[in-house]
Nanobody, 112 residues
Framework: QVQLVESGGGLVQAGGSLRLSCAAS????????MGWYRQASGKQRELVAT???????NYADSVKGRFTISRDNAKNTVYLQMNSLKPEDTAVYYC??????WGQGTQVTVSS
């Protein structure tokens, strides 16, 4: 079965960095597009970044220039490097595969 397991969340001060990881299993990773989404308290889930099988990336305007999505097909893992974090980046971050599956989420909290 498809499994997506996120890790790397935590508490960080504004201006700091975190790197999220999502370990995938149960499908042929290199054949699927992957993405990161986030959901802040009281708000709808929103797109953060996606990466296609070709490596082409797409970012929400709010994170462009600060976040970088990447993938390692040998490790079946997708990453989200987050730099220059802001309090408004505080949310639960979810990994997604374009088959419609989601991870359990990892909390990112940015203090001001």
């Amino acid at each position: 079965q498809v499994q997506l397991v996120e890790s790397g969340g935590g508490l960080v001060q504004a201006g700091g960095s975190l790197r999220l990881s999502c370990a995938a299993s149960g499908f042929v990773f290199s054949f699927r597009g992957m993405g990161w989404y986030r959901q802040a308290s009281g708000k709808q889930r929103e797109l953060v970044a996606t990466i296609a099988t070709s490596g082409r990336t797409n970012y929400a305007d709010s994170v462009k220039g600060r976040f970088t999505i990447s993938r390692d097909n040998a490790k079946n893992t997708v990453y989200l490097q987050m730099n220059s974090l802001k309090p408004e980046d505080t949310a639960v971050y979810y990994c997604n595969v374009d088959l419609g599956y989601w991870g359990q989420g990892t909390q990112v909290t940015v203090s001001s």
